[in-house]
């Protein structure tokens, strides 16, 4: 079993920047991929980025240019980091694990889900 807990949402004023976090504890696997994704109400859950073991990025369309995907494999750890947030990037941001290198950018491609944190970003 594997559990995934975010961390690091929260209320920032557009322009601004947070962090999510997203700690994975349980079975460990040698090759595996971690996403972010986002729905916000009313609309289907979107992809963010993802971290392909052991070390290739790829950012979705809402990240590129402002949203960095990054991982400390010491901490088992993938991290968010979003700048120049806008309204439209309110949302609540899941995070995600597939066994194994993925490409997939759709959320049935992935096994695990954490919870979620919810991201408002206020104009």
């Known amino acids: 079993q594997v559990q995934l807990v975010e961390s690091g949402g929260g209320l920032v004023q557009a322009g601004g920047s947070l962090r999510l976090s997203c700690a994975a504890s349980g079975r460990t696997f040698t090759s595996y991929t971690m996403g972010w994704f986002r729905q916000a109400p009313g609309k289907e859950r979107e992809f963010v980025a993802h971290?392909?073991?052991?070390?290739?990025?790829y950012h979705g369309d809402p990240a590129k240019g402002r949203f960095t995907i990054s991982r400390d494999s010491a901490k088992n750890t993938v991290y968010l980091q979003m700048n120049s947030l806008k309204p439209e990037d309110t949302a609540v941001y899941y995070c995600?694990?597939?066994?194994?290198?993925?490409?997939?950018?759709?959320?049935?491609?992935?096994?695990?889900w954490g919870q979620g944190t919810q991201v408002t970003v206020s104009s």
């Open positions: 995600a694990l597939a066994i194994g290198v993925v490409r997939s950018t759709t959320s049935n491609g992935y096994a695990y």
């Open positions: 971290f392909r073991s052991p070390g290739t990025t």
